[in-house]
T-cell receptor, first 110, second 113 residues
Framework: EDQVTQSPEALRLQEGESSSLNCSYT??????LFWYRQDPGKGPEFLFT???AGEEKEKERLKATLTKKESFLHITAPKPEDSATYLC???????????FGKGTMLLVSP | NAGVTQTPKFQVLKTGQSMTLQCAQD?????MYWYRQDPGMGLRLIYY???????DKGEVPNGYNVSRLNKREFSLRLESAAPSQTSVYFC????????????FGPGTRLLVL
């Protein structure tokens, strides 16, 4: 069964302390790997889509990478406004709908 | 552009009552989706509409019905609400099934007593 697991469940960082969030997947024919950000009380906000191993995408302090088994969301020198839950999701080659992981809750303290 | 809008923002129901959650998008997207989000469970797909005139079940369709009213609007109906349907409901849309990036609305918080 296709599935995705995110770790850690929660992460607390000091402002400026870089780290990475992990998304491990088991998918029979990955089509796309997606990252979303969700603030409390709001809907998920699209960040990145990755399609093939070795692909990288960046946006401000965030960089997403993809291997054949995992995706990482690297956060460089985070700020308190980066605090949110980060969700990973995938689609498979059968044009399935998005399947989401349970998310990593990130808290960045000043 | 407002993107994806949902009404109401918050609703309290008694067990057995019915209600319809409304969703509209102004991005000229073909595909629309309904999810529920529960603590510890992540986002789970209830129903989706790949294009106007079609609807399909997702992972957790029991107790729900949907209507794709037109290209812009996709509603979710609870015919007889149960406490297990207490959740946050999100609507999303994408250009089509092949262009899979989905854009989400702000959510409807539903409490069933």
């Amino acid at each position: 069964e296709d599935q995705v697991t995110q770790s850690p469940e929660a992460l607390r960082l000091q402002e400026g302390e870089s780290s990475s969030l992990n998304c491990s997947y088991t998918v029979s024919g990955l089509r796309g790997l997606f990252w979303y950000r969700q603030d409390p009380g709001k809907g998920p906000e699209f960040l990145f889509t990755l399609y093939s191993a070795g692909e990288e995408k960046e946006k401000e302090r965030l960089k997403a990478t993809l291997t054949k088994k995992e995706s990482f969301l690297h956060i460089t020198a985070p700020k308190p406004e980066d605090s949110a839950t980060y969700l990973c999701a995938f689609t498979n080659s059968g044009y399935s709908t998005l399947t989401f992981g349970k998310g990593t809750m990130l808290l960045v303290s000043p | 552009n407002a993107g994806v809008t949902q009404t109401p923002k918050f609703q309290v129901l008694k067990t057995g009552q019915s209600m319809t959650l409304q969703c509209a998008q102004d991005m000229n997207h073909n595909s629309m989706y309904w999810y529920r989000q529960d603590p510890g469970m992540g986002l789970r797909l209830i129903y989706y509409s790949a294009s106007e005139g079609t609807t399909d079940k997702g992972e957790v369709p029991n107790g729900y019905n949907v209507s794709r009213l037109n290209k812009r609007e996709f509603s979710l109906r609870l015919e007889s609400a149960a406490p297990s349907q207490t959740s946050v409901y999100f609507c999303a849309s994408s250009l089509d099934r092949q262009q899979e990036t989905q854009y989400f609305g702000p959510g409807t918080r539903l409490l069933v007593l």
